[in-house]
């Protein structure tokens, strides 16, 4: 068949494929196979469709039975392979099919495909075999210098082994071929991988040297003399690098960097002994002043520089209207003393005094900008704290004032917003007062109703909606934001919990569905970009293209929402046993939980605090992470031991292994349970700082009885294995299992535990999160329970109610077979589970005819602001609605599933 023939039959798959009409793809693959059944390029699109469909083991079927040893296939088919196994992110199948690909068709075009297979694999020592291959077959210098390339990346690996070995290795290859051919005319390729070598081989002077000689190739030449100005840091040459960085700035005078390598240059000429009076002057006095504030020689006179909060004061005075003023001043505030403090604050009261008496121009907005950046210092410097509880509220009136004016700027807007919600979530995290809280969500509501481009009145609303557990307006709002690609690794930690706390299980599967395939665009993406890197000659990215691959693979976002959804579709998805235990069980490998890494961005929401407040943020991240990593290995060790029972009546699972992987998980679960009951106690609370991640409620959890009867199934199922293993007949296994009426009363007291509306827990307001999380745990429990009296049944054998009997009049009579009594007893159980689940949906019905109570939500809010609290009315309505039917919502969901699941 003609190439042109073969597209042009092709060409409607492909089309409805780009168009995303995976159905009309899989139609139109099977018009051409009926026709053409040998079409191997069709098979594989239809794979695709497959993959596009989720039905990876139909795919790897079809796929297997093209790509097999010794088979010649066209470019369509081995393009279209390609596709798939991308698409089902294995890529090392497409490393194999381009193996047998180059043992059928060894040329050039083959090896370089095979080549970049193991770019995406991350097998260097075979890029480097590879990369060898093609220089010496096809003598293209390109394919030598991926090679080396390759060895410099082993180097990277290998640190140890690098230094030794392998930087010497890719030098003295480099050195062999450069010489042969020289530096190739308008490339950099050469080049960057020179100073790779080089600066792994940590011979600076020689980059430097390197870097002055006249280059005729495409390597601009700020990276040039940044490469310079590291190497005169690494080895302390601070006056050259004087001279090179302030012969940038004359030329690039906005260049960030080369101003930090000027301040840098200043102070090492300093602690070298160089007279610092001549070096203080042309710099940035105030980063000098910074960097030596700990310095050790106090000898050092600074005070050619002026004080530290006089230059501060004559920043703010020109550059007051910028928003990024303050955030400018703050990284310098930790240098002041008490007294230079006091200083400064007076002299900025003066200042506002002076600009609030002056007239303003027309469309300029110098005042707010003068308040903004005045009453964030003052906020800072803790002269908030000091202010009456009535003036506090008469400053929060005025900002209210100035927020709602028609004239103001958003950015202006958005930096007031900010201001006032940070005096009134300081209230509720120190004080507990949940009405001037309830107050700060009625401001940034109506703040992001009439502020488009402010995403931080956004993100706040967020995470106070993440603490009371509204899913609703959580979801709403992260759609608005419109969090792109590698941000959802930073930011996906202010709304990942919130849906399985609250009992939305189907939600809280789609929005980890979400996140997880994140991972898998950007490790392609990644991938394609190193690709494209290593075929550009942009070497000085590949070292940073796999540090970044390797950062997302090792998040811990990642591997929570993989485990969560194995965990989520097990208990509430899934209804084939099998599938059940295939999915509980995951990858094969263990996982390694001290590599995954913290990516959480927990300073997006701005902060003006003091700088003690950096040590709590700093204690919160490292417990907050702890916490997150505990609840997802509890997840983990709870599938892995559900499996571990399942796999014993596996026949694909050696007996030895089965029995084996029984006792390591069961007691791996029990383990990290009982180390969790002892790291947290059962009156933690949730941090309340604004930039704290959404509650997980982990301790409640743990200390409650809903692990009882979980614990009490799997000590069963290891003893009725061993015994069964033995040849015994278990015929007591009510004292395993423990009696129906025990887990009556079990499940019983978990549902009374619940609060309920007539009783109430201590905190009346937005009570009604305690019992949604609450039900949604127990619910939890008895999904595992089910699954669990339901594997053990199957230890046992399969039952059958009754056998069709023909009898002499030819009718067949239905004859009880006599069935096994721990089956019959397992079944009691079951049923029990399913009466405690209807129990549970009565009271949940209770639940929800409570979120109409008035006492629900606060109801004297703002009544102390004035005229200005009409405002917090008009939007009042609003939000109050939305909670209630959040609240609504999640418990119905919750019912929802336990008329499906139970």
């Given at each position: 068949?003609?190439?042109?023939?073969?597209?042009?039959?092709?060409?409607?798959?492909?089309?409805?494929?780009?168009?995303?009409?995976?159905?009309?793809?899989?139609?139109?693959?099977?018009?051409?196979?009926?026709?053409?059944?040998?079409?191997?390029?069709?098979?594989?699109?239809?794979?695709?469709?497959?993959?596009?469909?989720?039905?990876?083991?139909?795919?790897?079927?079809?796929?297997?039975?093209?790509?097999?040893?010794?088979?010649?296939?066209?470019?369509?088919?081995?393009?279209?392979?390609?596709?798939?196994?991308?698409?089902?992110?294995?890529?090392?199948?497409?490393?194999?099919?381009?193996?047998?690909?180059?043992?059928?068709?060894?040329?050039?075009?083959?090896?370089?495909?095979?080549?970049?297979?193991?770019?995406?694999?991350?097998?260097?020592?075979?890029?480097?075999?590879?990369?060898m291959?093609?220089?010496?077959?096809?003598?293209?210098?390109?394919?030598?210098?991926?090679?080396?390339?390759?060895?410099?990346?082993?180097?990277?690996?290998?640190?140890?082994?690098?230094?030794?070995?392998?930087?010497?290795?890719?030098?003295?290859?480099?050195?062999?071929?450069?010489?042969?051919?020289?530096?190739?005319?308008?490339?950099?390729?050469?080049?960057?991988?020179?100073?790779?070598?080089?600066?792994?081989?940590?011979?600076?002077?020689?980059?430097?040297?390197?870097?002055?000689?006249?280059?005729?190739?495409?390597?601009?030449?700020?990276?040039?003399?940044?490469?310079?100005?590291?190497?005169?840091?690494?080895?302390?040459?601070?006056?050259?690098?004087?001279?090179?960085?302030?012969?940038?700035?004359?030329?690039?005078?906005?260049?960030?960097?080369?101003?930090?390598?000027?301040?840098?240059?200043?102070?090492?000429?300093?602690?070298?002994?160089?007279?610092?009076?001549?070096?203080?002057?042309?710099?940035?006095?105030?980063?000098?002043?910074?960097?030596?504030?700990?310095?050790?020689?106090?000898?050092?006179?600074?005070?050619?520089?002026?004080?530290?909060?006089?230059?501060?004061?004559?920043?703010?005075?020109?550059?007051?209207?910028?928003?990024?003023?303050?955030?400018?001043?703050?990284?310098?505030?930790?240098?002041?003393?008490?007294?230079?403090?006091?200083?400064?604050?007076?002299?900025?009261?003066?200042?506002?005094?002076?600009?609030?008496?002056?007239?303003?121009?027309?469309?300029?907005?110098?005042?707010?900008?003068?308040?903004?950046v005045y009453e964030r210092i003052r906020r800072v410097f803790g002269e908030w704290e000091k202010l009456s509880k009535l003036e506090q509220r008469q400053l929060l009136q005025q900002f209210i004032a100035q927020i709602i004016q028609p004239s103001i700027s958003e950015l202006a807007q958005g930096a007031l917003s900010n201001l006032a919600s940070s005096g009134l979530w300081d209230s509720w995290r120190k004080e507990d007062n949940i009405e001037q809280f309830y107050e700060?969500?009625?401001?940034?509501?109506?703040?992001?109703?009439?502020?488009?481009?402010?995403?931080?009145?956004?993100?706040?609303?967020?995470?106070?909606?993440?603490?009371?557990?509204?899913?609703?307006?959580?979801?709403?709002?992260?759609?608005s934001l419109d969090i792109k690609s590698v941000q959802n690794d930073t930011l996906g930690y202010l709304s990942f919990p919130i849906f399985e706390v609250a009992g939305r299980f189907n939600l809280a599967i789609i929005v980890n569905t979400q996140l997880s395939v994140i991972y898998d665009q950007a490790e392609k993406e990644i991938t394609e970009s190193n690709i494209a890197a290593y075929k550009n000659g942009k070497f000085e990215q590949v070292p940073r293209l796999y540090a970044l691959s390797e950062r997302m693979s090792k998040s811990s976002q990642a591997v929570g929402c993989d485990v969560l959804n194995r965990y989520l579709s097990s208990l509430f998805v899934l209804d084939d046993l099998d599938g059940i235990i295939t999915t509980c069980y995951g990858d094969e490998e263990p996982i390694n939980w001290s590599e995954y890494v913290d990516n959480r961005d927990l300073n997006v929401i701005p902060t003006t605090e003091n700088e003690n407040y950096q040590t709590i943020l700093d204690d919160m991240k490292s417990r907050t992470f702890k916490e997150y990593i505990d609840v997802i290995r509890l997840r983990h060790s709870i599938c892995r031991a559900v499996s571990s029972v399942g796999r014993i009546t596996r026949s694909d699972v050696p007996k030895e292994q089965s029995r084996k992987q029984l006792i390591d998980e069961i007691d791996a679960f029990s383990k990290h349970l009982e180390q969790c009951q002892k790291d947290y106690q059962s009156f933690d609370v949730a941090s309340r700082l604004p930039q704290s991640p959404a509650p997980l409620f982990f301790a409640q959890w743990i200390h409650s009885a809903c692990f009882k009867s979980i614990q009490r199934f799997f000590e069963a199922s290891k003893k009725i294995v061993e015994q069964l293993d033995a040849g015994n007949q278990i015929e007591n296994i009510e004292s395993l299992l423990g009696s129906e009426k025990d887990l009556e009363i079990e499940l019983n007291v978990l549902i009374d535990s619940i609060p309920s509306p007539d009783r109430k827990p201590s905190s009346t307001y937005f009570w009604l999160r305690e019992p949604i999380c609450a039900s949604s745990r127990i619910l939890q429990t008895l999904a595992i329970t089910k699954i669990q009296l339901r594997i053990i049944s199957r230890l046992f054998g399969s039952e059958k109610k009754v056998e069709q009997v023909p009898t002499k009049s030819k009718k067949n009579v239905q004859i009880p077979v006599k069935t096994n009594p721990n089956i019959e007893f397992i079944n009691k159980l079951l049923e029990q589970i399913k009466k405690s689940a209807n129990l549970l949906s009565e009271k949940l019905g209770k639940l929800i005819g409570a979120a109409g109570e008035e006492d629900l939500l606060p109801n004297k809010v703002a009544e102390d602001l004035g005229t200005t609290r009409l405002v917090l009315e008009t939007v009042r309505p609003t939000v109050d609605s939305r909670i209630r039917r959040s609240y609504v919502m999640a418990l119905e969901d919750q019912q929802t599933t336990i008329q499906s699941r139970f």
């Open positions: 068949m003609s190439q042109a023939i073969l597209e042009r039959r092709l060409r409607p798959i492909y089309d409805a494929l780009d168009n995303l009409n995976t159905k009309k793809a899989l139609q139109e693959a099977d018009k051409v196979l009926k026709k053409h059944p040998d079409t191997a390029a069709a098979r594989v699109l239809k794979a695709f469709c497959f993959i596009r469909n989720e039905k990876l083991s139909e795919a790897i079927e079809i796929l297997d039975s093209i790509d097999v040893p010794g088979a010649k296939h066209d470019a369509n088919t081995i393009l279209a392979l390609v596709s798939c196994y991308k698409e089902a992110v294995i890529p090392e199948r497409i490393t194999r099919l381009y193996e047998r690909v180059c043992e059928v068709e060894p040329n050039e075009a083959n090896y370089t495909q095979l080549f970049m297979s193991h770019v995406r694999t991350r097998e260097f020592k075979k890029q480097q075999l590879i990369g291959k093609l220089f010496k077959e096809f003598e293209h210098t390109p394919y030598y210098y991926w090679g080396v390339m390759a060895v410099i990346m082993q180097a990277i690996e290998n640190e140890q082994l690098g230094k030794k070995m392998l930087y010497p290795l890719a030098e003295k290859m480099f050195d062999t071929q450069i010489k042969k051919t020289g530096y190739t005319k308008g490339s950099g390729a050469e080049l960057e991988l020179e100073i790779l070598i080089l600066e792994g081989l940590e011979k600076y002077e020689n980059v430097i040297e390197l870097l002055k000689k006249p280059l005729d190739n495409r390597t601009p030449v700020i990276f040039i003399n940044q490469k310079r100005a590291d190497c005169y840091v690494k080895l302390e040459k601070f006056e050259d690098l004087r001279i090179l960085s302030e012969k940038m700035l004359e030329e690039f005078s906005d260049d960030w960097i080369m101003w930090k390598h000027r301040i840098e240059a200043t102070i090492g000429l300093i602690k070298q002994g160089n007279d610092h009076k001549k070096n203080l002057l042309g710099t940035s006095r105030l980063e000098i002043i910074k960097k030596f504030n700990d310095f050790e020689n106090k000898t050092i006179d600074l005070s050619v520089l002026g004080k530290p909060e006089d230059l501060i004061f004559d920043f703010i005075q020109k550059f007051y209207t910028r928003p990024t003023c303050f955030n400018d001043v703050q990284i310098y505030f930790p240098i002041l003393s008490s007294s230079s403090k006091s200083s400064l604050i007076k002299s900025l009261d003066g200042w506002i005094k002076e600009i609030s008496e002056n007239d303003e121009e027309e469309g300029k907005e110098t005042k707010v900008w003068a308040i903004i700060m969500i009625l401001l940034l509501e109506y703040v992001a109703q009439h502020n488009e481009s402010d995403p931080v009145c956004k993100l706040e609303l967020i995470r106070a909606y993440a603490h009371m557990g509204n899913t609703v307006r959580v979801t709403a709002l992260t759609k």
